[in-house]
C-alpha cells in the first residue's frame, strides 16, 4: 500500500494578503521567520506523514526553488496546477499524483489535530471525503448584560455555540475524483459529494486559525512569541526543527 500522501493547495494569489502576495505565494508568508506552509507540514510530519503534493500555481517558481533539497526525510514533490485554477481545479490535476486514500489541506491553516483520529474518522464513515470542521468564532467582542442594561462582563471573540465552519484538513478517497463536480472545492466539489451522501465531519475543538490577511499573519507571530505554540502543543520541541536539513 503507498503511503499517505498530502496534498497541500498553495497556488492562489492571495489578494487579501497584499502587498506581500505582490511578490510571494501567500503560502510563504512567514511565522517567525518560516513559511507558514512549513509549519502546517510539519504538523503532518510529526505525525508520520511526510510525503507532500504541493498544488502550486501563483509564483510556483519559489516553491520550486525553495523546497529543492531543503527538509531531509521529506518528500515534497510540487505540481504546476495551473495559475488561474480554482481549488477543487488544483486538486484534480493532483489526481496522478496520489494514492487509493490521500490527505489534503489549505495551505495557511494551522491547528493541533490528530490526524490518525481524522484518518480513523474517515474510514469509520465510509464515505468518499471528510472535512474538518471547527466552531465558528466570532470576529468581535460581545457585551454580556441583564435585563436593566447593567454590563455583566465582556467576552473577547467567543466560539458560537453549535455552528461549525470549515476548517480543511480533508480526507479523500481517490474514488472521489469518479464523482468530482465543478472547479472550486468550497462551492462545486464538496456540496456534491454531501449531495450523493458520501461526505462527512471530524470535529475538531482545539486550536486552529488560518491566516487569511496580514492582520492573521500578525496574530500568528504574536501567538509564536509567547512560546506556548498551540499548533505544536501536542508533539513537543522537536516539532520546531524537524525536517530541516
Same mark, same amino acid.
Given at each position: 500500500m503507498d503511503p499517505i500522501k498530502v496534498v497541500i493547495l498553495c497556488g492562489g494569489k492571495g489578494t487579501r494578503s497584499y502587498p506581500y502576495t505582490s511578490y510571494f505565494p501567500k503560502v510563504m508568508m512567514p511565522i517567525n521567520g518560516t513559511p507558514v506552509i512549513v509549519h502546517l507540514m510539519r504538523i503532518y510530519a510529526l505525525q508520520g506523514y511526510t510525503k507532500f503534493v504541493l498544488a502550486a500555481?501563483? $509564483?510556483k517558481e519559489i516553491l520550486f526553488d525553495y523546497f529543492n533539497g531543503r527538509y531531509? *526525510?521529506?518528500?515534497?514533490e510540487v505540481v504546476d496546477t495551473g495559475a488561474e485554477?480554482?481549488?477543487?481545479?488544483?486538486?484534480? $490535476?493532483?489526481r496522478d499524483h496520489v494514492g487509493d486514500t490521500f490527505?489534503?489541506?489549505? *495551505?495557511?491553516?494551522?491547528g493541533n489535530l490528530n490526524l490518525d483520529?481524522?484518518?480513523a474518522q474517515h474510514r469509520k464513515g465510509g464515505g468518499l471525503a471528510t472535512l474538518t470542521v471547527v466552531p465558528l468564532r466570532s470576529q468581535y467582542g460581545l457585551v454580556v448584560f441583564d435585563q436593566e442594561g447593567q454590563v455583566n462582563r465582556f467576552e473577547e471573540k467567543p466560539l458560537i455555540q453549535d455552528y461549525w465552519i470549515n476548517a480543511g484538513f480533508f480526507v479523500f478517497q481517490k474514488e472521489a475524483y469518479d464523482h468530482w463536480e465543478g472547479t472550486n472545492l468550497e462551492n462545486h466539489v464538496l456540496p456534491g459529494l454531501s449531495a450523493k451522501n458520501r461526505l462527512y465531519t471530524y470535529k475538531h475543538v482545539g486550536f486552529w486559525k488560518s491566516m487569511d490577511t496580514s492582520k492573521d499573519q500578525q496574530e500568528l507571530e504574536q501567538i509564536y512569541e509567547v512560546g506556548d505554540v498551540p499548533w505544536m502543543r501536542h508533539f513537543g520541541q522537536a516539532?520546531?526543527?524537524?525536517?530541516e536539513a
Open positions: 500555481g501563483y $509564483r531531509q *526525510g521529506w518528500d515534497v485554477s480554482d481549488t477543487g481545479e488544483r486538486i484534480r $490535476r493532483c490527505f489534503a489541506t489549505y *495551505g495557511d491553516g494551522l483520529h481524522l484518518l516539532v520546531k526543527t524537524a525536517g
